[in-house]
């Protein structure tokens, strides 16, 4: 079946920094590219949806600045957390669409800002 | 705007009984799925239910839609404990998901 690596699986780092987030189809060509934010207890919440080639659309609330997203490729789509702070601290998802694998989820990655 | 409701939001039984998530939605939609998460982990994509009284099973679960109540439900029977999980519920809208709350469910022997 389809599978999106995502990595790393888990990262701790310094405030003020910035880490970066891949996910990358491994046997499909994603049309688009979600990226998730989930909160303790919660549900998903969507930050960001990106078409190959093309910018980001990044829901409302969400600062473009901050959560940088590039999808270079089909196969090939980073978050980077700029700047990161400790209300930044979340696990965070990728999912990747085609028309024919439907959606397919990355195996998320636990940020902790300390 | 489209709005998923799931419920129940938390529900504790007991192996061997059998129950039912509702995952109601507020708009037409022409694809709900189910999905499972286990703590600290991603998704488990479940099901997918396409059309009109499409029902799908896989073990002690089974998934049905109802496209014109806007209603799809997941139903377990004969619970086990392995079953313990969050399960999420998503209707797509214009090749985007929508999600429901989630239902944690726990299983106790």
């Known amino acids: 079946g389809a599978v999106v690596s995502q990595h790393p699986s888990w990262v701790i780092c310094k405030s003020g920094t910035s880490v970066k987030i891949e996910c990358r189809s491994l046997d499909f060509q994603a049309t688009t590219m979600f990226w998730y934010r989930q909160f303790p207890k919660q549900s998903l919440m969507l930050m960001a949806t990106?078409?190959?080639?093309?910018?980001?659309?990044?829901e409302q609330g969400v600062e473009k600045d901050k959560f940088l997203i590039n999808h270079a490729s089909l196969t090939l789509s980073t978050l980077t957390v700029t700047s990161a702070h400790p209300e930044d601290s979340s696990f965070y998802i990728c999912?990747?669409?085609?028309?024919?694998?439907?959606?397919?989820f990355g195996s998320g990655t636990r940020l902790t800002v300390v | 705007e489209l709005k998923v409701e799931q419920n129940p939001l938390f529900l504790s039984m007991q192996e061997g009984k059998n129950y039912t998530i509702y995952c109601n939605y507020s708009t037409t939609s022409d694809r709900l799925y189910w999905y499972r998460q286990d703590p600290g982990k991603s998704l488990e994509s479940l099901f997918v239910?396409?059309?009109n009284g499409a029902v799908k099973q896989e073990g002690r679960l089974m998934a049905s839609l109802d496209t014109k109540a806007r209603l799809s439900t997941l139903h377990i029977t004969a619970a086990v404990h392995d079953l313990s999980a969050t399960y999420f519920c998503a209707v797509d809208s214009n090749y985007q998901l929508i999600w429901g709350a989630g239902t944690k469910l726990i299983i106790k022997p």
């Open positions: 239910l396409l059309s």
């Open positions: 990106s078409n190959e080639g093309s910018k980001a659309t990044y």
């Open positions: 999912s990747a669409y085609s028309g024919v694998m439907d959606y397919t």
